[in-house]
């Protein structure tokens, strides 16, 4: 089974940056898509970025795009989420998720527990 975990949430102000790491451990495939969903307070999740295995194929969620920025390293099993020009209504609880297969679409088998990532105005 793999094992998800989100670092590098925080408080920042509108305007700034962030970067999310998502180290994955155990039972790790190197054709797993890669995703970032967020949840805000009385929010159903949402889905905002997915990267491919080989890292060339990228989907955003359109208030996103432009912003964000999701890349991943497979030798350090690490999936990121480069976090720029941030505005208050991206402050969420971010999880990053795994799935087997070739497509983005479709349920995610793999979730982290989330890290905080609150933008003041």
């Known amino acids: 089974q793999v094992q998800l975990v989100e670092s590098g949430g925080g408080l920042v102000q509108a305007g700034g940056s962030l970067r999310l790491s998502c180290a994955a451990s155990?039972?790790?495939?190197?054709?797993?898509?890669m995703a970032w969903f967020r949840q805000a307070p009385g929010k159903e999740r949402e889905f905002v970025a997915a990267?491919?295995?080989?890292?060339?194929?990228?989907y955003y969620t359109d208030p996103v795009k432009g912003r964000f920025t999701i890349s991943r390293d497979n030798a350090k099993n690490t999936v990121y989420l480069q976090m720029n020009s941030l505005r208050p209504e991206d402050t969420a609880v971010y999880y990053c998720?795994?799935?087997?297969?070739?497509?983005?679409?479709?349920?995610?088998?793999?979730w982290g527990q989330g890290t905080q990532v609150t933008v003041s105005s």
């Open positions: 998720a795994a799935r087997s297969g070739s497509v983005p679409k479709g349920p995610y088998d793999y």
């Open positions: 155990g039972r790790t495939f190197t054709n797993y898509f």
């Open positions: 990267v491919s295995w080989g890292g060339t194929n990228r």
